[in-house]
């Protein structure tokens, strides 16, 4: 019988590929499969042996899979795949367009049930490992203030976003947080920001031919959940400039809880992340929670969750005696 959790990967973009460096990482579970919505013959993976399936075909693997990690793009692709697919597989995927994550989470819960699986969803840094850092700080500092900053770094999904403009080639877009603002908060005082004091974003397009700049630029900057609501420059660059200065994908960001206990003491929380690869990183959490869906699905869990539902020892190999023995 095999002992490792076989784990598929629907979706062979940046995420995809770092759900695959990952589950090299990872001795208790193994690749079983690519879907792609591409032409799987013209599809070359890192890991040898494995095999390459048309997105079409994914039901007929229902029994060969363990987990299938999503990984799409959240403001065309998830939405649709998330539920379908959550039906017919116990899923994890990194849906982050906060403001519709509850009518997300709903669609999927539905599938999920209907289908008797397990689906995590949003599971990333933010939403994810920043989600349970905001709760953390909510809990324990009631009377206080939270703060989330995001970058200075490329953003995936606002740059997919970006991507799906009409008369858009190529962009990627850039998210800057406020060194003021973020003073501001460690200072204890508990500034009142407002969404544009915060951040700003920067968006580097390559236009299709014969596209209106004015009119690209205008469906940027008016983008709502992703861009209407802050400071937005858009700069126009060739093609050439985009591979050239625009490949790597920095991020990180920070969670800040400042609060007050007892009569008077001010009390900081802040949880960090400096990242070099954005989606490799979040392809690791993916994998981290992948293990979680197997474990829950095999306790007989069905429906939809989140982050705030899954006990932090389910995402390590190691059991619980050991966590207890080497990091309690």
């Given at each position: 019988?095999?002992?490792?959790?076989?784990?598929?990967?629907?979706?062979?973009g940046?995420?995809?590929?770092g759900?695959?460096?990952?589950?090299?990482?990872?001795?208790?579970?193994?690749?079983?499969?690519?879907?792609?919505?591409?032409?799987p013959?013209?599809?070359?993976?890192?890991?040898?042996?494995?095999?390459?399936?048309a997105?079409?075909?994914?039901?007929?693997?229902?029994d060969?899979?363990d987990?299938?990690?999503?990984?799409?793009?959240?403001?065309?692709?998830?939405?649709?795949?998330?539920?379908?697919?959550?039906?017919?597989?116990?899923?994890v995927?990194?849906f982050?367009?906060?403001?519709?994550?509850?009518?997300?989470?709903?669609?999927?819960?539905?599938?999920?049930?209907?289908?008797?699986?397990v689906?995590?969803?949003?599971?990333?840094w933010?939403?994810?490992?920043?989600?349970?850092?905001?709760l953390y700080?909510?809990?324990?500092?009631?009377?206080?203030?939270?703060?989330?900053?995001?970058?200075?770094?490329?953003?995936?999904?606002?740059?997919?976003?970006?991507?799906?403009?009409?008369g858009?080639?190529?962009?990627?877009?850039y998210?800057?947080?406020?060194?003021?603002?973020?003073?501001?908060?460690?200072?204890?005082?508990?500034?009142?920001l407002?969404?544009?004091?915060?951040?700003?974003?920067?968006?580097?397009?390559?236009?299709?031919?014969?596209?209106?700049?004015?009119?690209?630029?205008?469906?940027?900057?008016?983008?709502p959940?992703?861009?209407?609501d802050?400071?937005?420059?858009?700069?126009?660059?060739?093609?050439?400039?985009?591979?050239?200065?625009?490949?790597?994908?920095?991020?990180?960001?920070?969670v800040?809880?400042?609060?007050?206990?007892?009569?008077?003491?001010?009390?900081?929380?802040?949880?960090?992340?400096?990242?070099?690869?954005?989606?490799?990183?979040?392809?690791?959490?993916?994998?981290?929670?992948?293990?979680?869906?197997?474990?829950?699905?095999?306790?007989?869990?069905?429906?939809?969750?989140?982050?705030?539902?899954?006990?932090p020892?389910?995402?390590?190999?190691?059991?619980?005696?050991?966590?207890?023995?080497?990091?309690?």
């Open positions: 019988m095999n002992s490792k959790i076989r784990i598929a990967i629907a979706g062979y940046n995420l995809g590929r759900v695959e460096s990952a589950l090299g990482r990872s001795p208790d579970m193994e690749l079983v499969a690519v879907f792609t919505r591409r032409d013959a013209g599809l070359v993976l890192q890991t040898g042996g494995v095999p390459v399936h997105m079409e075909r994914i039901g007929d693997f229902v060969a899979v987990v299938l990690i999503l990984c799409g793009g959240s403001k065309s692709d998830l939405p649709e795949q998330g539920p379908a697919l959550a039906a017919l597989f116990n899923t995927d990194s982050d367009t906060h403001a519709k994550v509850p009518e997300y989470f709903a669609a999927v819960d539905a599938a999920a049930r209907g289908g008797k699986r689906a995590l969803i949003s599971v990333g933010d939403p994810g490992l920043f989600s349970i850092n905001r700080g909510e809990a324990l500092l009631p009377d206080g203030a939270s703060y989330t900053f995001w970058g200075k770094g490329l953003s995936q999904g606002h740059s997919d976003a970006l991507r799906r403009v009409p858009v080639q190529g962009a990627v877009q998210t800057i947080p406020s060194q003021e603002a973020i003073e501001r908060v460690r200072s204890g005082s508990r500034p009142s407002t969404t544009r004091e915060k951040h700003t974003r920067e968006c580097y397009v390559v236009l299709e031919a014969g596209a209106d700049a004015s009119a690209v630029e205008q469906a940027i900057v008016t983008m959940d992703y861009f209407a802050y400071d937005t420059t858009v700069n126009f660059i060739s093609a050439e400039e985009l591979r050239r200065d625009h490949a790597a994908m920095p991020h990180g960001g920070f800040i809880r400042s609060g007050t206990t007892g009569v008077a003491s001010s009390q900081i929380m802040e949880f960090g992340l400096t990242l070099d690869s954005n989606p490799e990183f979040t392809s690791s959490v993916l994998v981290a929670y992948a293990r979680a869906a197997f474990r829950l699905g095999q306790q007989g869990e069905v429906g939809a969750r989140t982050v705030f539902d899954v006990a020892g389910l995402l390590s190999p190691k059991s619980a005696a050991e966590l207890r023995k080497e990091l309690l």
